[in-house]
Nanobody
Framework: QVQLVESGGGLVQAGGSLRLSCAAS????????MGWFRQAPGNEREFVAA????????YYADSVKGRFTISRDNAKKMVYLQMLSLKPEDTSVYYCAADRRLRIELEANEYDYWGQGTQVTVSS
C-alpha cells in the first residue's frame, strides 16, 4: 500500500511557475507508475502527466505538453510536477496518484491510490 501527500500548490500569476511535490510512504513505491491529475469545480478529474517506474517513459496531456514536466526520485519516494508558463485554465486541485500496472493509464479509475490534493490558482 502507498500513502501519498501533495504539497507546493498556491496562488501564482499567469506566466508564473510552481513545483508540486508528492511524498509517498510504503516500501514498494518504485514499483508504481505515478500520475498527476487535476480537477476544477464542476469538472471531471483529468489526466495531466504520468511517469513509469524507472522514469523511462513520461506522457503528458496535450494541454500541458511543453509546459509541465513530471519526474520522480525513487530513493526519496518523491514525485514532482514542474509547471511553467501557467495559465488561468490550469487552476485546479492537483492530485498525485499511484498505479500498480506497468503501463501508463490516462483514466483516473485505473489508479489505485490517491493523495488529498493541493490547490493551484492562476490569476490573470
Amino acid at each position: 500500500q502507498v500513502q501519498l501527500v501533495e504539497s507546493g500548490g498556491g496562488l501564482v500569476q499567469a506566466g508564473g511557475s510552481l513545483r508540486l511535490s508528492c511524498a509517498a510512504s510504503g516500501r514498494t513505491f518504485s514499483s508504481y507508475t505515478m500520475g498527476w491529475f487535476r480537477q476544477a469545480p464542476g469538472n471531471e478529474r483529468e489526466f495531466v502527466a504520468a511517469i513509469t517506474r524507472n522514469s523511462g517513459i513520461t506522457y503528458y496531456a496535450d494541454s500541458v505538453k511543453g509546459r509541465f514536466t513530471i519526474s520522480r526520485d525513487n530513493a526519496k519516494k518523491m514525485v514532482y510536477l514542474q509547471m511553467l508558463s501557467l495559465k488561468p485554465e490550469d487552476t485546479s486541485v492537483y492530485y498525485c496518484a499511484a498505479d500498480r500496472r506497468l503501463r501508463i493509464e490516462l483514466e483516473a479509475n485505473e489508479y489505485d491510490y490517491w493523495g488529498q490534493g493541493t490547490q493551484v490558482t492562476v490569476s490573470s
